[in-house]
């Protein structure tokens, strides 16, 4: 799983996209679950209609979401709801790469 990192004038990853190509929704949103103190507040349910937003979660206090822009992207995009950079994004970046390396 390639991740393409989104960084601000600061050089710091304010978001990133991952291919969809080898991975559902589902199972993004499973990883998001997995995550150390991650709290998911909402994710896709079974049959439902596909939705351009369809992860949203919560890591210390920050907010995120994960979206298939225009809804058939090659891409999945996740960061900040509100877009912009928070700590605990890294925490998250950490664990899509780390589910590249055993192979999600």
Not at 23 to 47: H, N, Y
Not at 75 to 103: Q, T
Request: net charge positive; glycine share 8%.
């Amino acid at each position: 799983m390639k991740l393409f990192e989104i960084r601000d004038d600061k050089d710091r990853i304010v978001a990133f996209e991952v291919s969809n190509l080898f991975v559902s929704r589902r199972r993004v949103a499973r990883l998001v679950k997995s995550i150390p103190g991650a709290r998911t507040t909402f994710s896709p349910q079974f049959f439902s209609w596909p939705q351009a937003v369809f992860c949203r979660f919560e890591i210390d206090g920050g907010k995120f979401l994960v979206e298939e822009p225009f809804g058939d992207s090659s891409r999945y995009w996740v960061g900040g709801d509100p877009p912009g950079w928070h700590p605990a994004l890294s925490k998250v970046v950490a664990a899509f790469e780390n589910a590249s390396v055993i192979g999600l």
